[in-house]
């Protein structure tokens, strides 16, 4: 009679897709539990930390860690808290991942839309940078900031970010204005437009996902600096992340583990908004260059 | 307007010579139209005289300057391209009057002639939206009013209507056409499309191989083709290419094809042949002069009629095309649809050859110039 096709569903496929999602909330918990340790670990008072479990919940909720991990542990002979680190690592990081940003973005534009001779060639070497490891610079990068006197400053830590950065920048903004048709330029040099007219009147408005993946990329990646940090800083110009191991590695009597988690947190706060608010961005963004559309 | 020299212009890229030196002068306010296959040089010479390629030799003249090496905002020239090349951040009316800001026209002027140019192409509705908004048709005037709102000495059209589907691709035609009748002014515009050189060329460049094959108006170049190439690529259905042994009769000299039965035409420039005596060359004969017999052209000069085998009909209302082989070659006749041709049967044509051509059957070119 009926000769609609019904999808069969048998047993063995409900198994397998109940496997499925108990394997997947099975992996999610086991990424978010270090998460919710440190959280719950920092709501508790030392004592509590002492008799109870790792996952057991607070019996109050007590934010006296926080305020102390923020404005008064100690991170070796200063007992500041994060604060100061904290506003150090935002005066590295946003000129830092701007200037990088901005200069991906012209050398992305002129490899892709003002090829010149051996535009290839140096795109190719740019691309080497990525690949260089942050060890490998550390002697030559302290001898050049030396050498410009700019050792132990936040200008100095910018420069070096920005250096390293401009490789990753770069790759990003070119594959993404290898999908902008030539044509687009081609007219508006017609119309009568120069260099810099064309980049900042009609190349520009059209990279905003690229420029939100490029931000997120290098916020990401010079927030969480640990060793440029520790290597070109100066005393009072030190980011969150070497702060932050100060601060653990500092203790008079027992360790407060309650005051590191909540500092750990302070610490990777910033790039925790910055992935939520923009991350549907991000994923839209890295592809954007990959597939032409 | 202006008129355009293109005076021995070569372009090479490394080994590979793109443009073999390429000669072209047509006067103010002619239309040309750069004709070929894909990979024929066109939009090469078309980018070179907009000035975003550099040639590798030769000169490239707007008038009486030589804009060989001057910068494309310096050329006063606007070109519309095949992808339309739409600033997709602007709106239409930032789109027609990019240009003029940039060659700083106060914001009035700006207007007025935005307000211009979108009446002539009727797009006024439009001039809020984004070009993303628009349909395909739509972002081709956008695109034709951006280079119009600029009145250049000179416009370049590369391939503006072969991303329009058949209907919007004949309307635009005639809209360009009109265009062109109206403002007068010099176009060189980049086509594959014969039907679209024909119908709106003052003078036709035929490219192949980085050479110009042929150039004059569209009547001198479907009449008398200087080769085989020109002569197969202008023309739908194309030329026929019909094998033709060249015989002597009478004292002068006449042609003999392989129809149903061996069948002799005479040729309107028989001494051209005399060299060819006893060979095989190719005649050229259009499909419209190959018809169903027509009493009024009954015993004229160049008039013959034999019977052919019908291997396939194909109506197209107005006429049906009617295909037979001769020895190897497949031949269109031109017939009314009333004309009984059936497949599979044998009939009569009359074979008209005065405008016959007739080419060489190894290097494909002409022997009857």
């Known amino acids: 009679m009926s000769n609609v096709a019904k999808r069969q569903t048998s047993t063995l496929d409900k198994v397998l897709r109940i496997a499925l999602y108990v394997c997947l909330f099975g992996m999610a918990a086991v990424y978010l539990a270090p998460f919710l340790v440190m959280l719950l670990t920092s709501l508790k008072d030392v004592e509590e930390i002492r008799s109870g479990t790792l996952l057991s919940l607070p019996s109050s909720l007590n934010f006296d860690a926080w305020s102390k991990a923020w404005s008064g542990a100690c991170t070796g002979s200063q007992c500041e808290g994060m604060a100061p680190y904290f506003f150090n690592s935002f005066q590295i990081v946003i000129p830092a991942v701007a200037i990088s940003t901005l200069l991906g973005a012209l050398n992305g534009y002129v490899i892709s839309h003002w090829k010149f001779k051996g535009s290839d060639v140096f795109f190719a070497a740019l691309l080497v940078g990525c690949f260089i490891p942050f060890q490998v610079i550390l002697l030559p990068m302290a001898r050049t900031l030396g050498w410009l006197g700019i050792a132990n400053t936040t200008t100095g830590l910018v420069m070096v970010h920005v250096v390293y950065g401009v490789a990753f920048t770069t790759l990003f903004f070119r594959n993404f204005y290898q999908s902008i048709p030539v044509e687009l330029v081609k007219a508006a040099r017609l119309d009568g437009a120069g260099f810099f007219t064309i980049f900042y009147r009609i190349i520009l408005p059209v990279s905003t996902p690229i420029i939100v993946v490029t931000v997120i990329w290098q916020f990401t990646q010079i927030w969480n600096d640990f060793l440029f940090g520790v290597a070109f800083s100066g005393f009072d110009t030190q980011p969150v992340t070497v702060a932050l191991n100060n601060l653990v590695n500092t203790s008079f009597g027992g360790k407060e583990y309650n005051v590191d988690m909540a500092a750990a947190i302070i610490a990777a706060l910033p790039t925790l908004v910055v992935y939520i608010l923009a991350g549907k961005y991000f994923v839209r963004g890295l592809t954007a260059g990959a597939v032409k559309g | ?369």
């Open chain 2, 1 to 369: 307007m202006a008129s355009l020299t293109i005076d021995n212009v070569k372009k090479r890229y490394g080994q590979t010579e793109i443009l073999k030196g390429i000669n072209i002068s047509i006067e103010a306010g002619e239309f040309l139209i750069l004709v070929g296959p894909s990979g024929c040089g066109k939009s090469t010479l078309m980018n070179s005289i907009a000035g975003l390629e550099d040639v590798s030799e030769g000169r490239i003249l707007i008038g009486d300057n030589d804009v060989t090496y001057a910068s494309p905002k310096d050329r006063d020239i606007a070109m519309v391209f095949q992808s339309y090349a739409l600033y997709p951040n602007m709106t239409v009316a930032e789109n027609i009057s990019f240009g003029l800001e940039m060659r700083k026209v106060p914001k009035e002027e700006r207007e007025a002639e935005v307000e211009r140019v979108a009446e002539m192409l009727q797009i006024g509705h439009l001039l809020k939206r984004k070009p993303a908004q628009l349909s395909g048709g739509q972002r081709q005037r956008v695109a034709m009013g951006r280079a119009l709102a600029r009145r250049p000495k000179m416009y370049l059209f590369d391939e503006p209507l072969s991303n329009l589907d058949a209907k919007l691709r004949v309307e635009m035609r005639t809209e360009i056409k009109k265009l062109h009748q109206k403002l007068g002014t010099t176009i060189v515009y980049v086509t594959h499309d014969q039907i679209e050189a024909m119908t709106l060329a003052d003078r036709i460049a035929v490219m192949k191989d980085g050479e110009v094959q042929q150039l004059g108006t569209p009547q001198e170049i479907y009449d008398n083709p200087t080769n085989l190439f020109v002569a197969g690529f202008m023309g739908s259905p194309a030329m026929n290419f019909i094998p033709a042994k060249v015989v002597e009769q009478n004292g002068s000299y006449a042609l003999e094809l392989q129809a149903a039965t061996p069948t002799v035409v005479p040729f309107p420039k028989p001494d051209s042949l005399k060299a060819h005596v006893g060979k095989e060359i190719l005649l050229g004969l259009r499909p419209e002069m190959i018809t169903e017999p027509q009493p009024h052209k009954e015993g004229k000069e160049f008039v013959v009629t034999a019977d052919i085998d019908v291997e396939v009909t194909e109506p197209m209302g107005a006429d049906t095309m009617v295909l037979t082989r001769i020895q190897s070659a497949e031949v269109n006749c031109r017939c009314n649809p009333a004309y009984p041709a059936r497949a599979g049967e044998a009939i009569a044509m009359m074979f008209d050859t005065s405008k016959a051509v007739a080419f060489d059957k190894d290097n494909g070119q002409r022997i009857d110039n």
